[in-house]
């Protein structure tokens, strides 16, 4: 029984961690800001939770500041202020 719920857990892990790879990330930034391609998104500072993801994201439209559920289906963004303003 130990063994089954070690490997359930490795691949729920596993799972996980591909639904929140760069290029998804990426790719649903530019789904939620709209008119851009994913390959014009940079992602950084990822940090991926048990049940969230939340990252930053550069676009040709500014920096953001991004959260979503650990499979990136509720995606919410937020247009990070430059320090100039």
């Given at each position: 029984?130990?063994?089954?719920?070690?490997?359930?857990?490795i691949?729920?892990?596993?799972?996980?961690?591909?639904?929140?790879?760069?290029?998804?990330l990426?790719?649903?930034?530019?789904?939620?800001?709209?008119?851009?391609?994913?390959?014009?998104?940079?992602?950084?500072?990822?940090?991926?939770?048990?049940?969230?993801?939340?990252?930053?994201?550069?676009?040709?439209?500014?920096?953001?500041?991004?959260?979503?559920?650990?499979?990136?289906?509720?995606?919410?963004?937020?247009?990070?202020?430059?320090?100039?303003?």
């Open positions: 029984m130990k063994k089954f719920i070690f490997s359930l857990i691949v729920i892990l596993i799972f996980s961690g591909c639904a929140s790879s760069v290029a998804n990426q790719r649903e930034t530019a789904r939620y800001i709209g008119d851009i391609h994913p390959d014009q998104v940079k992602v950084y500072n990822i940090d991926r939770g048990a049940t969230n993801v939340k990252w930053e994201a550069d676009t040709p439209k500014g920096k953001y500041s991004c959260s979503a559920d650990d499979m990136i289906r509720r995606v919410y963004c937020v247009k990070m202020k430059n320090e100039a303003d």
